[in-house]
């Protein structure tokens, strides 16, 4: 069968010349980065020049590259970190309501703990106001947690104008950068950025490996105690393979970034004209401020994950911003977050393209999805007269009553 893949948001394939740079150090270079000797200078020197390489990537200094297991870890640190550290200077952080789960199960964590959130809304097409999250500082505010550009819809967010109120007001700035970086240039001077968090897998490295980006300055507690590796803040034996795969992979995505771009946007406005082609269909999100490769879509009268499964059987595979997929009944907060009832969110259909995605992978998605959605909207008890909107409540009371 032909398979498709069209969720390079979830995870990327890691890029061949990456892996080879990483293979000599599984099994003939593989000393401790810690060690004295030959074996352990050597391995060292390595990573070191890979950490140059990715502080190259953004504008930072090499000492400034904290590197961790991947995204989550990289946010617990950025927010619990500075939340700890700063702790006598104020207890309020300010985040957003569609962030990604380590961030708000992070700030979640923290409020248990005596921290104060403020979750900023965002509009219909998720972008926050600037204004809002100025009239939300408090002398009380120690730190502003916004992502760079959302995995769900693909907003990308004014995080250059977001760094410059923080600087001003004297507040530490962290984003997210996990889907961005590799696809959009990041100078963290200019954009004012104090912290940010990304991962190796999202722009073809591997798996397992990621950094934080910590501005030289910044008050932060580790989260982990040992050896004291990383400067002190995430100690452990370093990755050494992982962290050389994550240098190679950012800096070929980086070279090809604007062809790359160029190709996948598109793709990506051929499949979105396409799919919006089919009746009672919407696109979630921004169409012009967005990541290139990013298509998030909604179809009324069905379920998300159906399609999903109809799609694998199709030999494409997708993803939906319906939580359906992991057993869960809450609709993606994310689509909730920009003002979709539950009903709409869980008829969302997330495709995401990459440097494999071909024109005649959109020309065969784009065959088989009509007749997937017909289907599923033939055997929908919401095409056949039943009112959405008492289905809805019937979800609400569902979603209300469901532990977490």
Known sequence: MRRIYLDHAATTPIDGRALAKMRPYFSEKYGNAG?????????????????????????????????TS????????????????????????????????????????????????????????????????????????????????????????????IGKICRERGIYFHTDAVQTLGKIQI???????????ASAHKFYGPKGVGFLYVRKGTNIHPLMHGGGQENGLRSGTENVAGIIGMAEALKISIKEMGKENARELKLRNKL?????????????????????????????????????????????????????????????????????????????LRLTLGRDTTTKDIDYLLNVLPAIIARLREMSPLRKGIDISEFEGKIEHTHEGHAH
């Open 70 to 161: 991947g995204g989550t870890e990289s946010d617990n640190l950025a927010i619990k970190g500075i939340a700890y550290a700063n702790s006598k200077n104020g207890n309020h952080i300010i985040t957003s309501v569609f962030e990604h789960h380590a961030v708000l199960h992070t700030c979640k964590f923290l409020e248990k703990d005596g921290f104060k959130v403020t979750y900023l809304e965002v509009d219909s097409r998720g972008f926050i106001n600037p204004k809002e999250l100025e009239s939300a500082i408090t002398e009380k505010t120690i730190l502003v947690s916004v992502m760079h550009a959302n995995n769900e819809i693909g907003t990308i967010q004014p995080i250059g104008e």
């Open 35 to 67: 060690s004295l000797h030959y074996f352990g200078t050597e391995a060292k020197k390595a990573m070191e020049n890979a950490r140059a390489e990715i502080a190259r990537a953004i504008n930072a200094e090499p000492n400034e590259i904290i590197f």
């Open 187 to 197: 100078d963290v001077k200019k954009m004012n950025i104090d912290l940010l968090s």
């Open 272 to 348: 979105i004209k396409g799919c919006l082609k089919i009746k009672d269909s919407w696109l979630n999100g921004s169409l012009k401020n967005r990541l290139a490769g990013n298509a998030n879509l909604g179809f009324d009268f069905v379920e998300g994950e159906s399609i999903v499964i109809m799609l694998d059987e199709k030999g494409i595979a997708a993803s939906t911003g319906s939580a359906c997929s992991t057993k869960s009944l809450e609709p993606s907060h994310v689509l909730r977050a920009i003002g979709l009832p539950h009903v709409k969110c869980h008829g969302s």
